[in-house]
């Protein structure tokens, strides 16, 4: 069975740090690119972040441009989300995502994390 945690959401104050975890279980990790999305009540769900397979190239949206990195570690099978210079609209619940490199219609979602920026 495929299981996907997300761990590290909690209340933050605006320009602080936070860094996201999701741990992968019951699938092949290295096969699959990983996704960061998050949604806010009232709001479609935003992709936030994409790493590929190999962990080789990564993208983001334009919101967050220089302010979260996404990355993992293969041998752990783990995805983190590292955010800097949170903002309030960075509020959201975050969802990890992985989708098979090939096979793009095999994917599972996390749980999700809340993160909440506030002062």
């Known amino acids: 069975q495929v299981q996907l945690v997300e761990s590290g959401g909690g209340l933050v104050q605006p320009g602080g740090s936070l860094t996201l975890s999701c741990a992968a279980s019951g699938l092949t990790f290295p096969h699959y690119d990983m996704n960061w999305y998050r949604q806010t009540p009232g709001k479609e769900r935003e992709l936030v972040a994409t790493?590929?397979?190999?962990?080789?190239?990564?993208n983001y949206a334009d919101p967050v441009k220089g302010r979260f990195t996404i990355s993992r570690d293969n041998a752990e099978n783990t995805v983190y989300l590292q955010m800097n210079s949170l903002k309030p609209e960075d509020t959201a619940v975050y969802y990890c995502?992985?989708?098979?490199?090939?096979?793009?219609?095999?994917?599972?979602w996390g749980q999700g994390t809340q993160v909440t920026v506030s002062s």
């Open positions: 790493i590929t397979s190999a962990g080789g190239s990564t």
């Open positions: 995502n992985a989708e098979h490199k090939i096979l793009r219609r095999i994917a599972y």
